[in-house]
């Protein structure tokens, strides 16, 4: 049985990715500072190293500790808006801690590597479906660290023995229990729940883009599958001399309007949402190609949109 440690391992993300490497058979850590995760998202015999990634002597201690076999990277900062205003403490954050994480691993002779990337590296390219080899060119700091962070790793591997995949998250949503939600409301379908909550409309940014119902289409996953493509990846890692890249949807997108359908389906009622305007950089269309993934991991979704919306209910 192999030993993987999951920084981030108590956010919204990390919990889920926790539960399915486990479920795999493998033995979990986390690695968490508690700065945004809550600790109540961490099973009771999951052993938690409250320190930050930044940290690299306590990250070298854990990772000795535990006689750690790989890492799932998660620890991050992760609001796009956020880092237009905070960049230097993005990239502090983001940047810094993978340096300080590969430092580690080097030192304690850690040779596999699941780091979490985004969707945001490639900004707004001008065809969908996206695929890997689409050149990047993020839009904002956060996807400018998340860029940084696998050019990085890919550097780091040709000096250290490291095994690696980047996995490039696309529109995450749902929750595989309602204790492992997605308590921030920084996307699109907890805004419409917080909305519905304080009794107001849920808004639509946008409804003049050159889509068929003019709001704009993304590639929404389900946390659960996003978690069973990091065990997917996982296991290739550990198998093979890994250095890999994939995105990570369904390939379908849904547009807006379809996700206020999906919860209006998911409440029984209609929500009433209304159509504002444009919110600021949102591209018209941003989906994934997950050929790549299918084919060399193997891995697919398997959860629907309805799916996605009735399991990120708040009753
Ligand atoms: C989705 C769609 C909005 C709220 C961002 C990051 C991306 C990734 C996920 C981290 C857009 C629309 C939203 C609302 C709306 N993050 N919307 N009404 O912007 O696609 O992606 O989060 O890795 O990198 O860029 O996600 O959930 O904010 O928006 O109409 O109240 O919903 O305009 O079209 P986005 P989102």
């Given at each position: 049985m192999t030993t993987w440690l999951i920084t981030g391992g108590a956010g919204y993300i990390g919990a889920h990715v926790v539960r399915a490497l486990r479920e795999s058979g493998r033995s979990v850590v986390v690695l968490d500072d508690l700065s945004t995760g809550h600790a109540d998202r961490i099973p009771d015999d999951v052993p938690l190293a409250q320190v930050s990634v930044l940290d690299t002597p306590s990250v070298r201690d854990a990772l000795r500790e535990y006689a750690v076999d790989g890492v799932v990277h998660?620890?991050?900062?992760?609001?796009?808006?956020?880092?237009?205003?905070?960049?230097?403490?993005?990239?502090?954050?983001?940047?810094?801690?993978?340096?300080?994480?590969?430092?580690?691993?080097?030192?304690?002779?850690?040779?596999?590597?699941?780091?979490?990337?985004?969707?945001?590296?490639?900004?707004?390219?001008?065809?969908?479906?996206?695929?890997?080899?689409?050149?990047?060119?993020?839009?904002?700091?956060?996807?400018?660290?998340?860029?940084?962070?696998?050019?990085?790793?890919?550097?780091?591997?040709?000096?250290?023995?490291?095994?690696?995949?980047?996995l490039r998250y696309f529109n995450v949503a749902g929750a595989g229990a309602p204790e492992l939600r997605d308590t921030s409301v920084n996307n699109l379908i907890p805004m419409v729940y917080a909305a519905l909550e304080r009794g107001v409309a849920p808004q639509v940014f946008g409804s003049d883009y050159p889509t068929p119902d003019g709001s704009c289409i993304r590639d929404y996953i389900h946390v659960s599958d996003l978690a069973d493509a990091h065990v997917a990846a996982a296991a290739y890692c550990e198998a093979n001399d890994a250095q890999d890249v994939f995105n990570v949807g369904t390939g379908e997108g849904a547009s807006?309007?379809?996700?206020?359908?999906?919860?209006?389906?998911?409440?029984?009622?209609?929500?009433?949402?209304?159509?504002?305007?444009?919110?600021?950089?949102?591209?018209?269309?941003?989906?994934?190609?997950?050929?790549?993934?299918?084919?060399?991991?193997?891995?697919?979704?398997?959860?629907?949109?309805?799916?996605?919306?009735?399991?990120?209910?708040?009753?």
């Open positions: 998660l620890a991050a900062k992760k609001a796009v808006g956020e880092s237009v205003e905070q960049p230097l403490h993005y990239y502090r954050e983001n940047v810094t801690g993978v340096i300080s994480l590969l430092e580690a691993m080097r030192d304690e002779g850690v040779h596999n590597l699941v780091y979490s990337s985004s969707a945001a590296v490639y900004g707004e390219p001008p065809w969908s479906p996206i695929r890997e080899e689409t050149p990047c060119a993020p839009l904002s700091p956060y996807g400018e660290t998340k860029l940084v962070g696998e050019w990085m790793i890919r550097a780091a591997a040709s000096a250290q023995r490291l095994s690696w995949v980047a807006v309007w379809e996700v206020m359908a999906a919860v209006s389906e998911a409440v029984g009622h209609d929500i009433g949402a209304v159509a504002v305007a444009r919110r600021t950089g949102d591209p018209p269309e941003l989906v994934a190609s997950a050929d790549r993934i299918a084919g060399v991991l193997g891995w697919q979704a398997r959860r629907d949109l309805a799916e996605m919306v009735s399991s990120a209910r708040l009753d």
